[in-house]
């Protein structure tokens, strides 16, 4: 039986657990978590915007397009799906499973390659990142055999 990946992430923790067939429960495999994430906009970037020099006589400021917050979580997302692309590389798993609230749900498939998004076979727009491994076993037993 192949081994299954399960990520539960959010926007600042992420857990990779492995299931690795009938009755064998979840195995952490790897923990990250990303404290940028969780910091105010106000932490993430400089007090003003950026001075301009205009053509003109007037000066402008320019506005950052994206909040620092959302670049973060953006940022986390490419590492984790860094992540799954070196296990498939790797031939660690042979399905994915990703567990995410949906915002992050959309970054994580935004930022997955081809190959790997493939081998993703469930997605579960929940934010289970607070579960212990027995409720999660719960929350996933129509995804896994547990």
Request: hydrophobic share 40%; aromatic share 8%; charged share 25%.
């Given at each position: 039986m192949a081994i299954t990946w399960?990520?539960?992430?959010?926007?600042?923790l992420a857990?990779?657990?492995?299931?690795?067939g009938p009755k064998q429960g979840l195995q952490l495999v790897k923990e990250l978590v990303h404290p940028e994430s969780r910091m105010k906009n106000s932490e993430l970037s400089s007090d003003r915007a950026g001075q301009i020099q205009s053509n003109g006589s007037g000066h402008g400021a320019?506005?950052?397009?994206?909040?620092?917050?959302?670049?973060?979580?953006?940022?986390?997302?490419?590492?984790?799906?860094?992540?799954?692309?070196?296990g498939r590389?790797?031939?660690a798993f042979g399905r994915a499973i990703l567990v995410a609230p949906p915002a992050f749900m959309g970054m994580l498939n935004a930022t997955l390659d081809r190959p790997t998004?493939?081998?993703?076979t469930d997605r579960l727009e929940?934010?289970?990142?607070?579960?212990?491994?027995?409720?999660?076993?719960?929350?996933?037993?129509?995804?896994?055999?547990?």
């Open positions: 399960i990520l539960v992430a959010n926007a600042s857990r990779l657990y492995a299931n690795f320019r506005e950052q397009q994206t909040p620092p917050k959302l670049n973060a979580a953006k940022n986390f997302a490419q590492m984790l799906a860094k992540e799954l692309y070196l590389s790797r031939n998004a493939q081998m993703v929940k934010d289970y990142t607070k579960s212990s491994e027995p409720d999660l076993c719960g929350r996933l037993e129509t995804c896994i055999i547990v």
